[in-house]
């Protein structure tokens, strides 16, 4: 974080009252939860506000019965940043990755589904990282043994951002079956 300019932030766990600060782009995307559902709104616009009730179920759902499964990051009041996670089985869509195994939930491994700074402005000023580093001291508190994420070798433009921001974030490789889309792993 050094020379990187401080911005004020406030980290809130995601709960039922504030699932509607979700960044809009989020809010309804059922890629890791429903794939089949995301591939089919992509030619269907009108299926936009029909997968925002079945995001806002899956949170329900998830709230209940794992816990805290998310976080929005709030700049003077405004949500710009947010994260996802909770065990693989509840996100059929890590299946289709080649690098793997993902870990279970019975194995004390957590997945991190989506890490997203929404505001492009925001971006490259530690929020990420702090975002991250939350969601790890959440985890550790609640006995998790690992977190897990399929990170992007070449691109940040992917669900939970570069390979390179795992690294720097004391992640390493699990497996690299697919070289574009490793699986990493950091043991709380
Ligand atoms: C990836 C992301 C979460 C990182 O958060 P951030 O607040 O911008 O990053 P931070 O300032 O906390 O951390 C920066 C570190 O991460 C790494 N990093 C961040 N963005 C990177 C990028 N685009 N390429 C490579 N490394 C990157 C670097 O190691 C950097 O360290 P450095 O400043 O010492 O070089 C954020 O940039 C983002 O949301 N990007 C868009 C991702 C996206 O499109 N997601 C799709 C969601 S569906």
């Given at each position: 974080m050094a020379g990187?300019?401080?911005?004020?932030i406030e980290i809130e766990d995601?709960?039922?009252?504030?699932?509607?600060?979700?960044?809009?782009?989020?809010r309804g995307c059922v890629y890791w939860e429903s794939p089949n559902?995301?591939?089919?709104?992509k030619d269907d616009p009108q299926k936009k506000a029909e997968l925002e009730i079945k995001k806002r179920e899956w949170f329900e759902k998830t709230l209940d019965e794992?816990?805290?499964?998310?976080?929005?990051?709030?700049?003077?009041?405004?949500?710009?940043?947010?994260?996802?996670?909770?065990?693989?089985e509840r996100l059929p869509n890590v299946n289709s990755y080649e690098s793997k195994p993902?870990?279970?939930h019975e194995e004390g491994v957590v997945f991190l589904s989506c890490l997203y700074v929404a505001d492009e402005?925001?971006?490259d000023k530690g929020i990420g990282e702090q975002l991250l580093q939350n969601i790890i001291e959440d985890l550790r508190r609640r006995g998790f043994k690992a977190i897990e994420t399929f990170a992007c070798r070449s691109s940040a433009n992917n669900?939970?951002?570069?390979?390179?921001?795992?690294?720097?974030?004391?992640?390493?490789?699990?497996?690299?079956?697919?070289?574009?889309?490793?699986?990493?792993?950091?043991f709380l």
């Open positions: 990187k300019i401080e911005i004020e995601i709960r039922k009252a504030n699932l509607k600060e979700v960044p809009e782009s989020c559902d995301f591939e089919k709104s794992f816990g805290s499964c998310g976080k929005i990051v709030y700049h003077e009041g405004k949500p710009i940043a947010y994260a996802q996670y909770s065990s693989s993902v870990g279970r402005t925001m971006r669900p939970s951002g570069p390979m390179a921001f795992y690294i720097k974030n004391g992640f390493h490789t699990k497996d690299k079956t697919n070289e574009e889309f490793p699986l990493m792993r950091l």
